[in-house]
């Protein structure tokens, strides 16, 4: 059976390789049952941690299994960091909108998506995006996260006179979260497998010894998914909405394209011509899932990069994903172990999380201002105004301006121009607003 349903054979792998591989690829991404609703249940968005639990772990499984069963690719999918903050501190915090009006934003993103899987747009879009402002982005969202995680340490503060300043570095939550972030770097050097869950786990059982942070259970009834289908369209018309719908749906994209890409140059799957074989069942997976993600109570859920540690102990099809899905299943249990471990012991994921995606700046092309200068930009704007919709309006305005006053027209397509277009549309709209 599992031969005639992933073709196990053909891909030159087996029954206990694929199992091998979804440990592999689960234990390095589980943070994400802890972190994601951490984040999203955030004092002052009104989400719950059990629902955004529960909803965490029901869309990286339904996500994940499609992905396995029918696109028989061996990607697992959860919440995507960055998104997530995103949801949090730009769209919920940033600009007022409640949860519900933030998880419709989700979900008109997720159907567009839906729909530009299943047309030419697709290939014509990700070949469209400059691999400038692709790089920029991606290190911008890593940065986003740092600062994210600095804080939740209690390293960076907030301070009158110069915005940010250092916190008190002689406080258990920071020394605890130092701890942890040399954990994780040193296992991940090493190689083992889950060296992020592992480092937040050695922080949350240290603290809980000391007394820090207190254990209030370890298995428990699966708490109610209450966010589920809250949505409110009231804002749907507004440009603000279309502009933030914009930023999750064009995030999310990147993102995913990144990672099928990169796992299908070590699967195997790029043919002669350099095209992705079988990426369309791939990106369709990706977009339904953020959709039932969003109806669930989550933000975008997307293909994980950390997919390729399975990748590399050998998995090959989608029995991985199924295999890692069954996994996220059996967390469903663990919801009151995941409440207890306290902000500073998830800070340092984060903060490692971050010098992956700041990895892209090396691969910019540093002898050409015209490629670096706008993707640095988008880079820097990100964590300094905690919004990645507004590093990627001001990126592609100044790639755009930029390129075409250098005398390098030559070197723009319709499809920058018109993200900068889209990108003035969109300050002109707050400034309109913020006017009203």
């Not at 915090?93 to 009006?101: T, V």
Request: hydrophobic share 55%; glycine share 12%.
């Amino acid at each position: 059976m599992l031969e005639n349903l992933f073709g196990l054979s053909k891909a030159g792998t087996s029954v206990r390789t694929e199992l091998m591989a979804g440990l592999a690829t689960f234990l390095t991404m589980a943070y994400i049952t802890v972190v994601n609703p951490g984040i999203l249940s955030s004092e002052g968005t009104g989400m719950e941690f059990g629902a955004v639990f529960t909803a965490t772990i029901i869309a990286s499984v339904v996500g994940t299994l499609i992905m396995g069963l029918w696109a028989n690719w061996p990607i697992a999918l959860a919440p995507g960091m960055g998104l997530n903050a995103f949801f949090t501190f730009s769209v919920i915090f940033g600009q007022g909108y409640s949860y519900s009006q933030a998880l419709t934003a989700v979900l008109v993103a997720g159907i567009v998506f839906v729909i530009l899987s299943v047309t030419p747009a697709r290939k014509y879009i990700i070949n469209s995006i400059p691999k400038s402002m692709k790089l920029g982005i991606g290190a911008g969202i890593g940065l986003f996260l740092a600062i994210i995680g600095f804080q939740g340490a209690g390293i960076v503060v907030n301070d009158d006179a110069t915005l940010v300043g250092l916190g008190d570095i002689a406080s258990a939550n920071v020394l605890l979260a130092g701890l942890g972030f040399i954990i994780i770097a040193v296992l991940d050097k090493r190689g083992i497998p889950g060296s992020i869950i592992i480092g937040i786990l050695s922080v949350a059982v240290i603290a809980w010894v000391t007394g820090v942070a207190s254990l209030s259970g370890v298995v428990g009834s699966v708490p109610n998914p209450t966010h589920a289908f809250s949505l409110d369209f009231s804002l749907l018309a507004t440009a603000g909405f279309i502009g933030t719908a914009f930023a999750f749906l064009f995030v999310d994209f990147l993102d995913t394209a990144g990672t099928l890409t990169s796992v299908a140059n070590l699967t195997g799957r790029v043919n002669d011509d350099g095209e992705v074989e079988d990426i369309d069942r791939a990106l369709l997976a990706d977009s339904s899932a953020t959709v039932v993600g969003a109806l669930v109570g989550t933000s975008n859920t997307t293909s994980y990069i950390e997919s390729g540690a399975g990748v590399k102990e050998g998995g090959r099809t989608g029995l991985t994903a199924v295999t890692v899905a069954v996994l996220f299943t059996a967390c469903l249990v663990f919801a009151p172990l995941a409440q207890s471990v306290p902000g500073f012991a998830t800070a340092p994921a984060l903060i490692f999380i971050a010098t992956y995606f700041l990895r892209n700046l090396k691969d910019i092309d540093w002898d050409d201002v015209s490629e670096y200068a706008p993707a640095v930009l988008a880079a820097i704007v990100m964590p300094l105004t905690y919004n990645i919709a507004y590093g990627i309006a001001i990126g592609f305005i100044a790639f755009v301006v930029i390129k075409a006053l250098a005398g390098k027209r030559e070197e723009l397509n319709a499809g920058s121009i018109g993200i900068a277009a889209v990108s003035v549309l969109f300050f002109l709209a707050d400034a309109l607003e913020l006017a009203s």
